[in-house]
């Protein structure tokens, strides 16, 4: 099954593609949007039908294209549900560019039945123009309000605070409130944490990931899946910190936020700290601009470093283009998560490629680009 979570609007049609114009490409975006869609209803056993409208609409464009193929269609919704965890992308009837996809990629995963990281990449795309600007929104707001309020160290220290806790119960929630001296931004934080959703609930308790503190799905007896790729990647995936359901327990956004907004978060205080040490002067969360981190060598140029952390290259390199277009190609370097880099060696060639910029480094790369420009030897 589909595991419930806490809604978040849609953006609309699943018509704009950063994708290619493809419309086998284009269906798939429809489709991932579509099992986002049911995963963020609230309370499936609340659920009533009909399905949502683009859920619906999903099924039925993926059953003409299969009838069109001679291939076989999923006969209802939950039948496009087992799809997404059964079939693995190159058993679909589509054409898709093998740059971008692995045929053994799934949408779903098959053990908690939630949509993969790369499904949610492909929805983003899917619904909007620009990713990275959708995604940043609400910092954005944040950081403008923090602006005009000449309150660069607050907006720091909340998004400190949001790169620390993913999940929090409600006491632990009023002392971090309290006590992280984030003034006029309190309000926001209100925005970012909400009721965690019942498919968290395992036996009356919510339990955390050990290594992120983001929230866990069980898949059995003892048996966990992070909706982090980092955690699952580095091996067994264990609880840390749990809280009875009725600590009120709260999670950091929607999964869209925590994985394109809070998960890279994690990198900034680690790959910042390590700038430092190289010799370059680092501010954290600045308030212009889309970077995380502004880097500067003595005697030497100032830039924004953008973390990004996409299962895709392909689609990475795509939403890059899109970010970029009509600006200056090198205005951010955007430095890739060591582990992504790490378990592909293709991974930086093919999202320069898709990106059309030189600008996309691995962590150990732009820790060697900045190295050279201290010692002079750029």
Not at 104 to 113: A, F, H, K, T, W
Not at 117 to 141: D, G, K, Q
Not at 224 to 253: F, I, L, N, S
């Amino acid at each position: 099954m589909v595991h419930s979570r806490c809604r978040v609007p849609r953006h609309g049609p699943a018509a704009r593609l950063v994708m290619a114009g493809d419309e086998d490409e284009q269906l798939l975006g429809v489709v991932a949007s579509a099992l986002v869609t049911l995963e963020e209803l609230r309370d499936l056993t609340a659920f009533r039908m009909p399905y949502p409208a683009p859920v619906q609409g999903a099924l039925d464009r993926l059953a003409l294209h299969c009838l069109r193929r001679g291939a076989r269609p999923p006969s209802s919704v939950p039948g496009l549900v087992r799809w997404g965890y059964e079939r693995p992308l190159g058993a679909w009837p589509l054409v898709l560019p093998a740059a971008g996809y692995s045929p053994d990629d799934l949408l779903l995963d098959e053990d908690s039945g939630a949509p993969t990281a790369l499904c949610h990449e492909i929805a983003l795309c899917a619904e909007v123009s620009n990713p990275f600007l959708e995604v940043s929104r609400r910092m954005a707001a944040m950081a403008a309000f923090a602006s005009e309020r000449n309150r660069a160290s607050t907006y720091r220290a909340m998004r400190d605070l949001l790169t620390t806790y993913q999940v929090l119960g409600n006491d632990r929630y009023n002392e971090v409130r309290f006590g992280a001296r984030i003034g006029p931004l309190d309000d926001f934080l209100g925005e970012f944490f909400v009721p965690i959703g019942p498919g968290y609930d395992v036996g009356g308790e919510i339990h955390a990931c050990a290594s992120c503190g983001g929230p866990l799905l069980a898949t059995g007896e003892n048996a966990w899946w992070c909706e982090r790729d980092e955690c699952r990647a580095a091996g067994v995936v264990v609880p840390g910190e749990r809280w009875d359901h009725e600590d009120q327990v709260k999670v950091q956004g929607d999964r869209r936020h925590r994985q394109f907004v809070a998960g890279p978060g994690r990198v900034v205080r680690h790959f910042g700290t390590a700038l430092e040490r190289s010799g370059a002067q680092v501010g954290y969360w600045p308030l212009t601009g889309p970077g995380e981190l502004r880097v500067t060598v003595p005697e030497g140029r100032a830039r924004t470093v953008k973390i990004v952390d996409w299962h895709s290259p392909a689609l990475l390199g795509r939403a890059i283009a899109a970010s970029v277009s009509g600006s200056s190609t090198d205005a951010v370097c955007w430095v890739v998560a060591r582990y992504r880099t790490g378990a592909d060696p293709a991974y930086l060639r093919v999202a320069e490629e898709y990106a059309n910029s030189p600008m996309v480094f691995s962590e150990d790369g732009f820790l060697d680009l900045i190295r050279r420009e201290v010692t002079g030897d750029a």
